[in-house]
């Protein structure tokens, strides 16, 4: 069956649920992207100036909520109605764009992130199992396709729309976000209609009663030792890969120079250069980060064409030891243009990778568990989200911050500092230690990354993602059964 013959047998349904999650991935990319900056950035710029450990502390457990939930909100969904759900989602999500910008102590913004989060936990299975009831065994191979290209399109398109946004305030990124996620309220109000469900019986379980049954499936489910190792190794990828979102755009703003990236741009199509770039005639770091995921839109099929031929495992483990090499790259330089080239690199890893940990558990799993253990699939993105945040939090503030490094040398100099306190912004407190050391900002920031080597930080996100690559290997050769091995995995 043709493509085009293909795309007839979808109903109306299956093209609305896309779109919303086109719109959807848009408005949350187009805020997450640049979150991590936000919460870091200096007072006079727009930013709240919290440290690092709070930003990491905060997107690493509002996250790790957001992938945890679907387990429940799946079962909530199902009883009052796939509408209703998405029109709390969209509410909740709506109101927290509008009125998180309003707030800045760490409590209140911390809260609107967790209903943030809760939106997301709503609106995520919705969509996904929208999709699977309105294709067949006939066009679920293309309709899945379609789902992960809007995915992929509305992540690519969200941060570019912000960003520019963000040229005149901080507030305009959290608006247009909203104005995004408010027209899938359209789509659900005229166009999408309620899906099949399979409704129970009077003498079915009241709804807590289900919710208990649904975590005896899940510990069922983790009660299988060798499944539970699986999804823990499993989720040092995850710390590894979320360092992409918490980390490299707050390491690319702090230290990178992105000004060759400009330039070179600009000598290939100059109007481009100057929508993109900034009046310094640098690119923003969301910018540069975005850039893996154009990648991952050019470059998908091509990918999964060529994994296809080889064993799950080791597309996936060579994948992820790629990701992580090349992750950790990114934190070894200043220069811009490598740090592209080093995110396209990590891009074909996480290509290779990341679909294939999903397959790899179909695999495993016992014939009549299938579906029990891909439903605990969300299980190590949020365990690793949440030690990702740690990474992104203490250790980064302790290695690679640049606002706690230039502490340190200011104590090193004696310098005195005194009047450098609670009401100035950081870029005042940087400017001042680095006066008071005789450099001006681009010297002083040079001085700090020859002396104090924020870099090293590559070392810490390339160990854990290797690792998980060594474990893996092992799990596979030792623990998995021989059985399981040849028969479901080769």
Partial sequence: MTPAAVFKKFPGNFWYAN???????????????????????????????????????????GTAILYFLPL?????????????????????????????????????????YLFLAIGAALFKPIISATVAKTTTPETASIGFGIFYMMVN??????????????????????????????????????LFKEPDREYRNKTSLPLSAELKRLFGNIFQAISDWHFLLFLLI??????????????????????????????FLHGVWPWLADRLGTPE?????????????????????????????????RVMTTGILIASLAMGLCFVTRNGLWMLLFLMVFSVGEMSSSPKITEYIGRIA????????????????????????????????????????????????????????????QNDYLYAIAQKSGMNQAEFTRFLWEKYHPSSIWMVITGIGTAAVLLLYLYDRYLVPKKVTHEKVS
């Fill in 19 to 61: 779109a919303m999650e086109l719109f959807e991935r848009w408005a949350w990319y187009g805020f997450y992207m640049l979150f991590a900056l936000y919460l870091t950035g200096s007072t006079d710029q727009g930013g709240l100036g919290f440290s690092q450990t709070q930003k990491g502390l905060m997107m690493g457990i």
């Fill in 72 to 112: 429940i909100t799946g079962a909530i969904a199902d009883r009052i109605g796939y509408r209703r759900t998405l029109g709390i989602a969209y509410t909740l999500y709506t109101l927290a764009f509008l009125l998180m910008p309003l707030f800045h102590s760490y409590a209140t913004v911390f809260a609107f």
């Fill in 153 to 190: 399109i509305g992540a690519f398109l969200g941060p570019f729309v912000t960003s520019f946004f963000r040229k005149f305030a901080w507030e305009y990124v959290f608006y247009a976000s909203a104005a995004v996620i408010a027209f899938n309220f359209l789509l659900l109000i005229f």
């Fill in 234 to 263: 499993i989720s040092g990828f995850w710390t590894m890969y979320y360092q992409l979102f918490l980390s490299l755009p707050v390491f690319i703003d702090q230290w990178g120079d992105t000004a060759p990236v400009y330039q």
């Fill in 281 to 313: 005639g640098t690119i923003p770091a969301e910018l540069m980060v975005n850039f893996d995921a154009g990648c991952i839109i050019l470059f998908q099929i091509a990918v999964s064409s060529v994994a296809m031929r080889f064993r799950p495992l």
């Fill in 366 to 425: 016992p014939k009549d568990k299938t579906a029990l253990y891909m439903g605990c699939s969300y299980i190590p993105v949020a365990i690793g989200v949440l030690f990702a945040g740690f990474v992104s939090g203490n250790v980064y503030q302790s290695l690679s911050d640049k606002v706690t490094l230039a502490g340190k040398e200011a104590m090193a100099r004696n310098l005195d500092i005194s009047k450098i306190g609670e009401h100035f912004s």
